[in-house]
């Protein structure tokens, strides 16, 4: 059973930093996408950065250059280092996981079977 944990949320002022962490748990395929994705309240959600088995990365037009995914393989978690934060990037953010790599885009949420259950980054002007 493929279980995702989020931690490393919180507040910080504008130009601040914050690295968020995804343990994940029960992942026996070796193809995969695996993601950062946000959400507001009453808002869609939607991909943040997103990194596949392969070592391949994409990140939203809005937080490249800011925003770095990595992963720790030995311990099965995925970060996301987030610099130079604005006010527009409060948000819930959530880990997901797909196990497949296939030809669908990488930040169609709908995608995704498995998701953590999400940390709340507030970023103050």
């Known amino acids: 059973q493929v279980q995702l944990v989020e931690s490393g949320g919180g507040s910080v002022q504008a130009g601040g930093s914050l690295r968020l962490s995804c343990a994940a748990s029960?992942?026996?395929?070796?193809?995969?996408?695996m993601g950062w994705f946000r959400q507001l309240p009453g808002k869609e959600r939607e991909g943040v950065a997103a990194k596949n088995s392969d070592g391949f990365t994409k990140y939203a037009d809005s937080v490249q250059g800011r925003f770095t995914i990595s992963q720790d393989n030995a311990k099965s978690t995925l970060y996301l280092q987030m610099d130079s934060l604005k006010p527009e990037d409060t948000a819930m953010y959530y880990c997901?996981?797909?196990?497949?790599?296939?030809?669908?885009?990488?930040?169609?949420?709908?995608?995704?079977?498995?998701w953590g259950q999400g940390t709340q980054v507030t970023v103050s002007s």
């Open positions: 029960g992942v026996t395929y070796n193809r995969y996408w």
């Open positions: 997901a996981i797909r196990l497949f790599i296939g030809s669908v885009r990488w930040d169609d949420p709908g995608t995704f079977p498995y």
